[in-house]
């Protein structure tokens, strides 16, 4: 497919109006001197190319080019021939062989220098094209300071050369002017933007170019993700999360490892409800898989949140999962920290029937205790007698509770 139809079409409109008035040529300080024009029967032979270029009949154009080519041409005539060649090659995609007939067209110095821009422009073109990156920058860089009013796209193609060849602080500036200039800029000349600033470590600038992205282009997840990326990168860790969060909420982020990010960075900026909110929602629609890890996350955020019965519930999802009793013994540290005494027994009982505990005084010591606060006081010096066996620190606790369980029973004989 030709890469290249409009600089073309545009390249052999000017060729006809050069063959049809033809211009002064240049001398060799590059003014109008020798007055060189084009002759009739080359005039006729190169129309008829250029009739049969435009009618995409290539082998014709061939032969009326290569029957020029026996004719005696002036450097002028030859240019026009040079230059019809190259363009055969664009519309042929042969850009190695449009390249060389545009290099000898430009080293006669014979067209206008309206023509002469303008092959030079078609010439980075081509040099762009065929990655030939540091030609492509030399080559604009002889165009640009005598063209008056240079488009953006010319600025994108010096940007997209210099960021090709790794030079990005040497292409920002080019891309930028192109950004601006541009009554509608093209997305990827925003990608291209975006891409050097993350390149040159400029975050500030990434952040503005990514949130004016988002704003024409607000349902591509992936410039929310690179917004937060550039937030995280400035050590603003909340707009991060605000960010993800406004994507999340207009259902951009739909894979499950995209969502388990978000909930981990709403933790991380100590906002474990909204991460629990976010978990369970997305375990209801089936993107969060309820397994044994994501459900551990949930209930962190939970616990963190203080959603004491949604945590419980958690729990009870994840107790069967396992074949010791740790989350029977979360379950009953959960239920002390509401004093909720009634239910801190089974919880602590169906710890210790699993077994399998790191610590194992520890749900004898909740029983205990929860037993004490009920008047239960036979049942909870057993219990914290029990929880004795475990080691100093249990010791310490139980001796602790069991004062104060002498304490009350004195209390309740007085009364």
């Known amino acids: 497919m030709n890469r290249f139809p409009t600089v073309v079409a545009i390249a052999l409109g000017a060729a006809v109006m050069l063959i049809a008035n033809p ?5 060799t300080a590059g003014n109008p001197g020798s007055q060189q024009t084009i002759g009739e029967r080359a ?5 008829q190319a250029h009739t049969a270029l435009g009618e995409k009949k290539y082998s014709e154009a061939l032969a009326r080019l290569q029957q020029m080519e026996e004719l005696d041409l002036n450097d002028y005539e030859r240019a026009l021939v040079y ?5 055969l090659g664009v519309e042929q995609g042969q850009y190695g062989s449009a390249i060389e007939y545009f290099e000898r067209c430009l080293s006669l110095e014979a067209l206008p220098d309206t023509a002469q821009q303008g092959m030079l422009y078609s010439l980075a073109g081509l040099y762009s094209a065929e990655g030939r990156q540091q030609m492509t920058i030399d080559t604009l860089m002889r165009w640009l300071p005598n063209e008056p009013a240079p488009s953006p796209d010319a600025y994108i193609m010096l940007a997209a050369a210099h960021a090709e060849l790794g030079q990005y602080p040497a292409a920002l500036p080019w891309v930028e002017k192109a950004v601006a200039g541009a009554r509608q800029p093209k997305e990827s000349w925003f990608q291209l933007l975006v891409a050097v600033y993350f390149e040159t ?4 600038g990434a952040a503005t170019a990514l949130r ?5 282009w607000p349902d591509k997840p992936g410039y929310w993700e690179n917004l937060s990326g550039a937030y995280q990168q400035l050590g603003s860790d909340v707009e991060a999360v605000a960010t993800m969060k406004l994507a999340w909420r207009r259902d951009l982020l739909k894979t499950e490892s995209k969502l388990l990010n978000l909930a981990r960075m709403m933790m991380y900026v100590e906002d474990p409800y909204q991460a629990g909110s976010l978990l369970d929602a997305e375990m209801q629609r089936g993107r969060v ?5 994501n459900l551990e996350l949930l209930l962190r955020a939970w616990t963190g949140a203080k959603e004491f019965d949604n945590a419980i519930s958690v729990i009870d999802q994840l107790a069967p999962m396992t074949g010791d009793g740790e989350y029977y013994l979360r379950k009953a540290q959960l ?7 009634e239910l801190v027994v089974p919880a602590a009982e169906q710890a210790i029937a699993r077994g399998g505990l790191r610590k194992a005084g520890a749900p004898w010591i909740l029983k205990g205790m929860a037993e004490a606060e009920l008047g239960r006081f036979k049942d909870a010096i057993d219990s914290l007698t029990e929880a004795k066996k475990y080691g100093d620190n249990f010791r310490r606790q139980a001796e602790g509770w069991l004062q104060f369980v002498n304490d009350r029973m004195q209390v309740a004989a007085r009364a």
């Open 335 to 341: 239920y002390a920290e509401r004093a909720n005494w």
């Open 23 to 27: 211009a002064p040529a240049r001398d």
């Open 201 to 204: 470590r400029d975050y500030s």
């Open 43 to 47: 005039y006729k032979r190169l129309e």
């Open 289 to 293: 898989a309820r397994n044994r890890q």
């Open 83 to 87: 230059q019809t060649y190259g363009f």
């Open 212 to 216: 004016q992205m988002i704003a024409l």
